[in-house]
């Protein structure tokens, strides 16, 4: 697949390809003869995985050394499963984080609307 299809189908732009290229995040990108990118199934999938885990948070470090022992094979299982259940607690507390603020903001909200139906009451007199 090429550059501009990648960006297309995942929404990303050339330039955050080249760099998470550049930076070691995606690697075994073949070239053509004219030096174009050619895209493998491997690529989109190193592609949708760090989309999917920029989108939850994970810093470009972690993503780094995840990927870094992703290239070391099987021997790396542990530590990369650890990786991944650290970001995962992560997002929990981000989501309870957000829960909490959604409840203070629908209860600050109704407070305004009931001031908000008793100043029109009270208008309406």
């Known amino acids: ?3 501009s299809e990648v960006t297309k189908k995942y929404n ?3 330039q955050t390809l080249y760099y ?6 995606l690697y075994k990108i073949d070239k053509d003869s004219n030096g174009y990118r050619n895209y493998d199934e491997e690529n ?3 592609i949708e995985f760090i989309s999917c885990m920029r989108n939850a948070g ?8 995840y990927m870094l ?5 099987d021997q790396t299982f542990e530590q990369r499963k650890q990786l991944i259940a650290d970001q ?3 997002i929990k507390y981000q989501i309870l984080k957000y829960k909490n603020a959604q409840q203070v903001l629908e209860y600050k909200l109704n407070h ?3 001031l908000n139906n008793k100043l029109n009451q009270k208008d309406a007199k």
Request: aromatic share 12%.
């Open 1 to 3: 697949m090429q550059i």
């Open 12 to 14: 990303i732009s050339k």
């Open 20 to 25: 998470w290229e550049r930076i070691s995040l």
């Open 44 to 46: 989109l999938k190193q």
């Open 58 to 65: 994970m810093t470009i470090n972690k993503l780094q050394k």
């Open 69 to 73: 022992l992703y290239s070391y094979g």
């Open 88 to 90: 995962l607690d992560d």
């Open 112 to 114: 305004y609307e009931e």
